[in-house]
């Protein structure tokens, strides 16, 4: 029966083939589809790095100018009479750091003006504005003038002085990097004579 059955495949021209099973196919389409989740993540890892990057160039790292202004005022002492006046003025003043590093500052003089002639001084301590915060700073100044315009405004009950100074100073970054930067303050303070307040503070 064997022998009939060897001359058959013979005659045939061919033998059976032996049946394949799963384990014996090669794992090239593994191996693809593993490499290209491998450039995948590597693609992705080095977009992340370039997003990180840019974010740090042009967020943290980017150096900005230090506002320097008057934020309020009160009064201590106020005389006005015919075209003069006399006032001793407690004014607020913040240095607002916007960068993520402090900003230290050197010592400088605030002037104040009326009519473009100076009437008062104050002398800034040299200090620090913390990262994204802003520092207050406190000074007392007795401001004094005697001019013939003077009566026109006094007449209507409203006083506008301005305050201009010039602070100096470096912006720490990331524990050594180190950049000057300077801030300037130019101010316009309305005081309302009748209630010896300021009406308002507007500054550049």
Do not use: W
């Not at 033998?15 to 693809?32: D, G, I, Q, Y």
């Not at 992705?44 to 100018?65: D, E, G, H, N, P």
């Not at 180190?178 to 010896?196: A, Q, R, V």
């Amino acid at each position: 029966m064997a022998e009939e059955e060897e001359q058959q495949l013979q005659t045939n021209g061919h033998a059976k083939p032996a049946e394949e099973t799963p384990n014996s196919t090669p794992s090239n389409e593994l191996r693809r589809k593993k490499r290209n989740k491998i450039l995948v993540y590597v693609a992705l890892f080095i977009v992340f790095q370039i997003a990180v990057l840019l974010f740090f160039s042009l967020y943290i790292m980017k150096i900005r100018t230090p506002k320097f202004s008057v934020r309020s005022a009160t009064f201590d002492h106020m005389v006005t009479e015919n075209a003069s006046f006399n006032i001793t003025m407690n004014a607020e003043l913040s240095v607002k750091n916007a960068n993520f590093g402090p900003y230290n500052y050197k010592n400088s003089t605030i002037y104040f003006y009326y009519n473009d002639v100076s009437i008062g001084e104050a002398f800034v301590y040299q200090g620090k504005a913390g990262f994204k915060s802003s520092k207050k700073i406190n000074v007392i100044v007795n401001l004094s003038s005697k001019v013939s315009k003077l009566r026109n405004d006094l007449n209507s009950g409203t006083l506008i002085l301005t305050s201009k100074s010039k602070l100096e100073g470096k912006v720490k970054l990331i524990f050594f990097m180190k950049k000057k930067k300077s801030t300037e303050m130019n101010c316009t303070i309305i005081i309302g004579l009748s209630g010896k307040v300021v009406q308002d503070i507007q500054c550049d």
